[in-house]
């Protein structure tokens, strides 16, 4: 199999290829948003939509005229690429698998790409790495890059340059150590608790560090707008930012990294994270109740990083040879794991479930993982999406699981 991994490293340049760094990526983005520009122009004319390749003709038009002839300054595959990736935002939209394309703001995503491995060279002995019209650079060098080179994409985060390089390999297909399936119900205020009683307790690092940048924000308010103190605060906010990110990721990848180990199948709620920390606060006509709280769930929700673990968990199952599950979460934490009686009043409690039908008590979130396990099993041996509401009734599952159980009995 084809193995596709991205390495990561922080870039040394000098004051001269930082100039130059900001200018490509300031090149890139203008292409970028002036080919948008034109693009809605012409769907206003009632025009067909530009492809790609007479895009990129008028960039060479743009390179070649006077007010953007600055465009020659920058290599021109980051430009076409620029063409390229607006090119894939639109088809994305019209597939109905993303928004409409918008405008890229200065300052925020600054990268570029070039996408042919013949127009860098890696030198890892030394730490250096080589990119047209910014020569040699150093880099801190960290872990060593394997495979074929594919594409390198520079960006800047936090005032620093990172480079992440792209890489294919062929490996031979894994087959994962263990043979255990588990189900993985997450939470706030138990980040995920596994079906076999594993208990991993969340990192909250926006929360952890929630007051200190609340402090520097309001020290930014207090300063005069676009001054030196103004953007040095500004800087200080965006490092507190980017150590609260990278906390999260840090802890992601360790628990994403064990659970993937340790077991072959996981199984995972289909949780839909933009719905869940949705804004209460409605409109001028019809506002929202409880704002406040729902806003602090919101920011409680965000901190897990939900979405992001489900990504890890989904690639480094595929590399360690398992499998990731993802199930309906409709009535999981409802469900009892022992009898299958759903209802809501089998959990009154955050922390504790108790089955009003047979009595069964247990861990409120073990308790809905054995159900993610259980659902997961029955989406492998069926296939397709095994959700608890295509029962007939509620109080009819108690029975059917006995009736079931009775009949695996008979065949033991």
């Known amino acids: 199999m084809e193995r596709l991994q991205a390495f990561k490293f922080e870039l040394r340049p000098n004051g001269e290829q930082t100039r130059q760094l900001w200018q490509f990526a300031g090149s890139s983005r203008f292409v970028y948003n002036k080919a948008l520009a034109l693009q809605q122009e012409n769907h206003k004319a009632e ?24 465009l020659q300054l920058a290599p021109a595959q980051t430009l076409q690429q620029s063409l390229k990736d607006l090119d894939r935002a639109y088809q994305n939209f019209f597939a109905k698998r993303a928004a409409f394309p918008k405008y890229k703001k200065k300052g925020r995503g600054n990268s570029f790409r070039f996408p042919d491995p013949r127009q860098f060279k890696l030198d890892q002995a030394n730490n250096r790495i080589f990119l047209p019209k910014l020569g040699w650079m150093r880099y801190r060098n960290s872990r060593n890059v394997m495979g074929a080179l594919r594409n390198i994409t520079v960006s800047e985060r936090g005032g620093r340059w990172f480079f992440s390089v792209q890489t294919a390999q062929q490996v031979d297909t894994p087959l994962h150590p263990s043979t255990t399936a588990i189900g993985l119900d997450l939470g706030i205020a138990v980040f995920a608790a596994q079906s076999d009683g594993v208990i991993h307790l969340p990192k909250n690092s926006f929360a952890q560090r929630q007051r200190q940048l609340a402090h520097a924000q309001r020290a930014l308010a207090r300063q005069c707008k676009y001054s030196r103190n103004w953007k040095k605060q500004k800087a200080k906010i965006a490092r507190l930012s980017i150590r609260i990110a990278n906390v999260r990721a840090d802890y992601l990848h360790q628990k994403s990294h064990l659970i993937s180990q340790n077991h072959a199948v996981v199984c995972i709620e289909d949780l839909k994270v933009s719905n869940m920390s949705r804004s209460a606060s409605g409109t001028r006509e019809a506002p929202g109740k409880n704002v406040n709280a729902k806003s ?76 993610i396990v259980a659902a997961g099993h029955a989406v492998m041996a069926c296939g397709g999406d095994v959700r608890p509401e295509l029962r007939d009734c509620a109080s009819k599952a108690a029975p059917v699981k006995q009736e079931l159980a009775e009949v695996i009995q008979a065949f033991a």
């Not at 025009?47 to 600055?70: F, G």
């Not at 990083?305 to 489900?310: A, N, P, Q």
């Not at 993802?326 to 794991?337: I, K």
């Open 47 to 70: 025009l067909k939509y530009i492809s790609y390749v007479q895009m990129c003709k008028s960039l060479t038009t743009w390179r070649k005229d006077e007010d953007t002839q600055w």
């Open 296 to 371: 602090g769930l919101n920011r409680a929700i965000l901190d897990q990083g939900w979405g992001e673990f489900r990504r890890q968990l989904d690639y480094k199952l595929k590399w360690a040879g398992g499998d990731l599950i993802v199930v309906s979460a409709q009535y999981t934490s409802q469900q009892c794991s022992g009898c299958g009686y759903i209802a809501q009043e089998n959990r009154k409690i955050q922390e504790s479930f108790c089955c009003v039908s047979c009595g069964h008590a247990e861990n409120a979130d073990v308790n809905a993982a054995k159900n």
